[in-house]
Nanobody
């Protein structure tokens, strides 16, 4: 069973930056879509950003547009989420997800991001 391994979470001050990484445990693993979701305490999990390996098209939640950037490194088979100008409302557990066009089938364990004011 392939696992998605996230890294890069931590504590950051409001207005600061953080970069999350996600890589599959199997280097040859590849799906059509990769994405980041997040879940804040007491809230449902929500979509943050997504990317297609082929073509590199991206999509973002309105709440992070202009602040977050999702990117993919084909050579490293790794997806990144660059988070700039973070806000307290960005505090959440961030999950990496992967899957075909029909939906996300693979999920990481999550990495905590805490924004201090």
């Amino acid at each position: 069973q392939v696992q998605l391994v996230e890294s890069g979470g931590g504590l950051v001050q409001a207005g600061g930056s953080l970069r999350l990484s996600c890589a599959p445990s199997a280097r040859t693993f590849r799906t059509t879509l990769m994405a980041w979701f997040r879940q804040a305490p007491g809230k449902e999990r929500e979509f943050v950003a997504g990317i297609r390996w082929t073509g590199g098209s991206t999509s973002y939640a309105d709440s992070v547009k202009g602040r977050f950037t999702i990117s993919a490194d084909n050579a490293k088979n790794t997806v990144y989420l660059q988070m700039n100008n973070v806000k307290s409302e960005d505090t959440a557990v961030y999950y990496c997800a992967a899957g075909p066009l029909s939906g996300y089938r693979y999920w990481g364990q999550g990495t905590q991001v805490t924004v201090s004011s």
